[in-house]
């Protein structure tokens, strides 16, 4: 049974490349190689200076999810050493697939040097999924409500009624949670861990920082795709949120051809080369750059432990 949860996800994500790489096969057939490469070269400097600028914004935004989950413990860290955990933990969890569970190693290691017990790290893992959730639940209903038409590009037989229903639905959940932060509703309990529900001041922070990684995330593309036959803002956002979700529910490691695919098909007014090159900076910028940075920094902070466990405690006669 061990072993069979050891290699279920990496099985998944395997299979949802194999999936998506064959689609993208079949709506790319007669794209080239030059193509994409003329596309890529057309981006100017602008658009990159506001790719990266969104890529900085996504990652501070990532940064106050870690603060924001030791606020609700009552922990106080330096914000250095939580925005360099927070940048290698989503890092990480982002290309390597299964984020809730690569994220967690990584934060374990981290929070447990600064003191937090393992229950602690628990809650904080399961705050900033649910952080992540909750900007997703926001920014959905958003672009329902005000591009309801939105819904069409993902299957055209569903009426745009449905996108207005959908987007009050998700918006009554939310009131509810912030409803039961005003009652103040009990804690969950478990063998392992308490889960206190966040004071109403912790909620109203969550609702403002939670988007705001998504919405920096979705402007790398955006400002990476050429004017013409550009939706906007809106409908970039509204596809970069059902795409981010269907990738990280695939496990596929960085999302790859999850992400493409649902792009490709979302976007039939935009030429596919001029789609693909902007999707290839944002992985450039938001997932491989932060990879291999997050690796030097897991370097450096191993090498320190490490050092630091090998010293003699001070006052101790040992050579």
């Given at each position: 049974?061990k072993?069979?949860q050891?290699y279920?996800w990496?099985?998944?994500?395997?299979l949802?490349?194999l999936f998506?790489?064959n689609?993208?096969?079949?709506?790319?057939r007669?794209?080239?190689f030059?193509?994409?490469?003329?596309?890529f070269?057309?981006?100017?400097?602008?658009s990159?200076?506001l790719?990266?600028?969104?890529?900085?914004?996504?990652?501070?935004?990532l940064?106050?999810y870690d603060r924001?989950?030791?606020?609700h413990?009552?922990?106080?860290?330096s914000?250095w050493?939580?925005?360099?955990?927070?940048?290698?933990?989503?890092?990480?969890?982002?290309n390597l697939?299964?984020s809730?569970?690569?994220?967690a190693?990584?934060?374990?290691?981290?929070y447990?040097s600064?003191?937090l017990?393992?229950?602690?790290?628990g809650?904080l893992?399961?705050f900033?999924?649910f952080t992540f959730?909750l900007g997703?639940?926001?920014l959905?209903a958003?672009v329902?409500?005000?591009?309801p038409d939105i819904i069409?590009?993902?299957?055209e037989?569903?009426?745009?009624?449905?996108?207005l229903?959908?987007?009050?639905l998700?918006?009554?959940?939310?009131?509810l949670?912030?409803?039961?932060?005003l009652?103040g509703l009990?804690?969950f309990?478990?063998?392992?861990f308490?889960l206190?529900?966040?004071?109403?001041?912790i909620?109203?922070?969550?609702?403002?920082?939670?988007?705001?990684?998504l919405i920096?995330?979705?402007?790398?593309?955006y400002?990476?795709l050429p004017?013409?036959?550009n939706?906007?803002?809106?409908v970039i956002?509204?596809?970069?949120l059902?795409?981010?979700?269907?990738a990280l529910l695939?496990?596929?490691p960085?999302?790859?051809?999850?992400?493409e695919?649902i792009?490709?098909?979302?976007?039939p007014?935009?030429d596919p080369a001029?789609?693909?090159a902007?999707?290839?900076?944002?992985?450039l910028?938001y997932?491989?750059i932060?990879?291999v940075?997050a690796?030097i920094v897991?370097?450096v902070?191993e090498?320190?432990?490490f050092?630091?466990?090998r010293?003699?405690?001070?006052?101790?006669?040992l050579?």
């Open positions: 049974m072993r069979l050891t279920f990496p099985v998944v994500g395997l949802a490349i998506s790489v689609a993208l096969y079949h709506e790319l007669g794209l080239s030059d193509e994409f490469l003329a596309s070269n057309a981006i100017s400097l602008r990159w200076l790719a990266i600028g969104s890529t900085l914004l996504a990652y501070a935004a940064a106050a924001l989950a030791l606020d413990l009552g922990h106080r860290i914000l050493f939580i925005t360099l955990c927070s940048f290698t933990t989503y890092a990480l969890s982002h697939g299964a809730v569970f690569s994220g190693v990584v934060r374990y290691r981290a447990r600064k003191g017990s393992p229950g602690e790290v809650v893992v399961a900033c999924s959730t997703t639940l926001v959905s958003v329902l409500l005000v591009r069409e590009r993902f299957a037989f569903l009426p745009v009624e449905m996108s229903t959908t987007g009050v998700i918006l009554i959940v939310i009131g949670y912030v409803i039961g932060s009652v009990p804690s309990r478990t063998r392992w308490q206190h529900y966040p004071k109403p001041k909620v109203f922070r969550q609702l403002v920082i939670a988007p705001v990684e920096g995330a979705a402007g790398i593309i400002f990476a004017e013409a036959g939706p906007g803002y809106i956002l509204g596809i970069f059902a795409s981010f979700s269907a695939s496990h596929a960085g999302g790859l051809g999850v992400l695919l792009f490709i098909a979302a976007l007014e935009m001029a789609v693909l902007a999707l290839a900076i944002f992985r910028l997932l491989v932060p990879f940075l690796l897991i370097l902070f090498r320190a432990r050092v630091a466990e010293q003699p405690p001070k006052g101790s006669d050579p």
